[in-house]
Structures are given as C-alpha cells and as structure tokens.
C-alpha cells in the first residue's frame, strides 16, 4: 500500500471537495471522504449543534458505522464528542480502549475489540458563525509511530475549512428562503393587484367583461383580447393569467410591434449560437420563458407573415425550433394574444393568415373604448387620484363638481391611459386639495375639442370659478354656512351674500 499523502496534500484535496457547489450535506460527506481516503481511516463523522438547544447530531458520517453514527445524538457535554464542541479543545486518543468516557454510540470500538484491533479517535471543534459549534472526529487504527500533533494540527485545519464552507452554506440558504419570500410576497401583490376584483368601473360593459375573464381564466384556452389602444388590454391578460391555476408559473409578455421584424423572431423562439451575426450563444426565446405559464403577445396584428406560421406551428403542436437549431423544443404555454387591429379585414386583405385567426380566436375577449363606459368615468378617475397622488407625495383628495362635468363631456380617443395621463398631470399642477377644471390639460378646456367650455369675458369666467369654490364649500359643510364660511376664510356674512348671488340654497345641501 503506498504511503499516505502528505498533509499539505491532503488540505488541498479537502479544499476542492468543499469547493464544488453541491448541498451542505454532500459537501460534507465529500469531506469526509477525501480524510477516510487520505488518512486511512476507519471512520469519520461531522456533528453540529442545534443553535436552540445545543444538542448535537451528526449530520455527515463515512467509513465503518456511518448508518448508526447517521441517526447519533449528544446533548452538550456529553461524551468526547460533546466536550470537545461545548469546550472548544481538541481531544486527542492514541489507544480508544483505554479511554472510559467514549460512549461508543456508532459502535466502532465494539467492532474493533470484537476484531482485537486498537483505534485511534481524535476529535477537533468547528467552530461557525451565530453560536453555530460541532466537533469533526476521525477514527484510524492505531500507530505507535504515528505523529499525532501533526494529525490534530491538520484536521483543525481541516476544521476551519469546514466551518468556513458551513458559513457559506448557510448564508446561501439564508439568502434562499429570503428569494423564495420575497419572490411569495412578490407573487401574491400580483395576483391582489391584478385581480378580478381590482379592474375598476360598474358599468354594464365592463362587467360583461369581467363575466368573461372569469370563464375564461380556469381554463388552459387561447384567449384573444381586442380592443382600442389604451383600454387595458394588457391587465385583462393578467387579470386571466393570475386567476388560473398557472398563477404560479411565469408571465412573459412581449409586444411584436415593438421589435424589428428581424427580431421577432429570435425574441419569441430564441436562437442556436451562430445562427446570425453576433448570436455568440444560446438564447432562451418568450415561449421557452412561459414554460408552465402564459404567455402574453401584444399587437399580434402586426405579426410578419413567416412569424406567423411559425406561430400556427406552436398552437398545434406545441413545439418549435429555435432559429439555427434543428432539434424541437416542446412548450406548455397559454397564449393570450391582443390586437387593436381589425383582423378581418387583415385576412381578407391576406395579410393575416385565416388559420392563424381562427387558431386564436378560440376565446375573445372585447374591451370596450371608454366613451362606451361613461358611468365608469368618475371612479376610474378617483381611482387614478389617490393612486398619483400617493405616488408623488401630494395632498390631493378629490375632483372638484366641473373637473367630473368636463371629463365626462371629452370624447377620450385614448381611453383609460389618456385618463391616467390627464389626471397625473392634474394632480402634479394642483395647488390645493382638490382638483378642478383648470388643473386638467388644455386639450379637455379647448372649445373646439370638447364643447365644454363656451367663450366668456374674465368676469363671467371668475363668477363660474366662484360658483365653483361656493358649491364645493357648502357641499362639504352640509349646508352649514359658518362652517362652509371658515373653510372659504371668510364671514358668514359675506358668504352669505355670495351664495344669494350666484342663487345657491345652502339649506339643499343638509344633511
């Protein structure tokens, strides 16, 4: 048999077994391993101490017993094991018969006396962060000529290592549950934010749709949304995606008229290394990212026509091939697909392939323009006011009574976003807690663009701003004129004359 390694060697090879990112129990029993080879030993065992009640279990054993050392405990103190891993001093025994306080729990020494063979037992402490402590021990047949200082000096080396890759593997799973939190956390502000239940509005067009997300959503089918720019196409999807049961699978979206037709491509189906100029590598396409999950294709209208059979393939088989590859990759993914185009018309001016139309269009969903949904108007704009509000850090609370008349009044060509756009910048411009008229942007107060707001001479225009503050004051203080007074800065009296002038009855407005 040829000597055994030196232990310079023998650090080294401890070295790299821990180095190899593998769970803290192989790394451990890889350890242990490279020591029972190097050092030709009978057995050896890593314990570690529960951190709240500092009962040790061995957590790695290799060699003679390493089944029964698996299921071996120590409370604190007890036996060799456990002194050395409450005490911190190392414990060195040439001839382990003659030493009465080993228990001999693993049964080691009972094989040993039964084979009329001596052992040796030295045993080290680790020590790791946080209170974390443990004892490394080796067993080895016993050698007169052996060099025990120099063994005790290597395995506390060896100790040290191991407390070091204990450090690290703890952190790492720290940082793993951390992930697998927040990513939790994450998961469910989703699924709250984009729930049914969160799409705002009450009109009859809005709730036909929520009626649909509904039936569609526990099911696996191609869903087609349509609808103007800007209604909110995109939060259906989600809507349907967190409301199936793939709400814990992936998202992806993409929009095929934000891409270059020369890369839709490559973004939905990916590409082999060396497929094109600069592909210096594999790359994961969209579908391949939805695995288990949707898929959400926005402007599918806009789809080249060679994307498009490409496309059809995937619907029916459920499979394509990346761009320069020739092996198919099999998908399960749910295709939401979102269109303001009229796809119809497309394909019978043959610029939409007729299969892939009806391929998609398994389950459509329309979303309504919000000039159809006027009675949503209010609530979506409160909606968009608490939520800017909070985002910029303003106090503003409301819509003043001729903010609402002149929303309602305006025609919205950009639906819901022109609305979010409209009320953020009022929110941003207003001065006060509340938000009128003329906070909103010029292209709802312009005559010509909503009939809202007729030609008047500065006073007529200041009487209606008046009327305006009067109304809201008297609202809020339910007709109480001192109340509605104190809130303006003004007397009673004054406002009592103000309210006669512009004909208003604060006694309507009591509770």
Known sequence: MPPPPSPLRTLLDLSQA????????????????VLEEDLRAEAAFVALADPATGELRIEA????????????????GEGITGRVAKTGRAVVIPQLTKEPLFLDRTGVLAEARRRKREL????????????????????LPFDPGRDYPQLQATLEIGAAMLAQALRVHVRLEDERKKLQAENRQLR?????????????????????????????????????????????????AHAIHYGSPRAERPFVKVSAAALPESLVESELFGHEAGAFTGAHG????????????????DEVGDLPATIQVKLLRVLQEREFERVGGTQPVRVDVRL???TNRDLEAAVREGVFREDLYYRLNVFEIFVPPLRDRRPDIPLLADHFVTRFATEHGKDVRRLATTAIDMLMSYHWPGNVRELANCI???VLVCSGGVIHAHDLPP?????????TLPQRSLGEAVGVYERDLLLDAVKIARGNKARAARLLQTTERILSYKLAHHGIDARRFRA
């Open 336 to 338: 939401i697909a979102a």
């Open 424 to 426: 953020e910048r009022a």
């Open 61 to 76: 054993a290799v060699g003679g017993a390493a089944n029964a050392a698996r299921r071996t405990h120590f409370h604190p």
């Open 282 to 297: 594999r790359k994961p396409g969209r579908f391949e990212l939805a695995h288990g999950g949707t898929l959400f294709l």
């Open 188 to 236: 469910e502000e989703l699924r709250e934010r984009y729930d049914l239940r969160n799409v705002v509005g009450t009109s009859h067009a809005i709730r036909q749709v929520a009626e649909l997300v509904s039936q569609a959503a526990p099911s696996s089918a191609t869903v087609l949304v349509r609808g103007e720019s800007g209604t909110g196409k995109e939060l259906i």
């Open 18 to 33: 821990l180095a190899g990112t593998r769970t803290l129990h192989a790394s451990l029993v890889h350890a242990l391993e």
């Open 120 to 139: 040796s037992f030295v045993c080290v402490p680790i020590r790791a962060e946080q209170g974390r402590t443990g004892a490394l021990a080796v067993t």
């Open 443 to 451: 292209t709802l107060q312009t005559a010509e663009v909503t009939g």
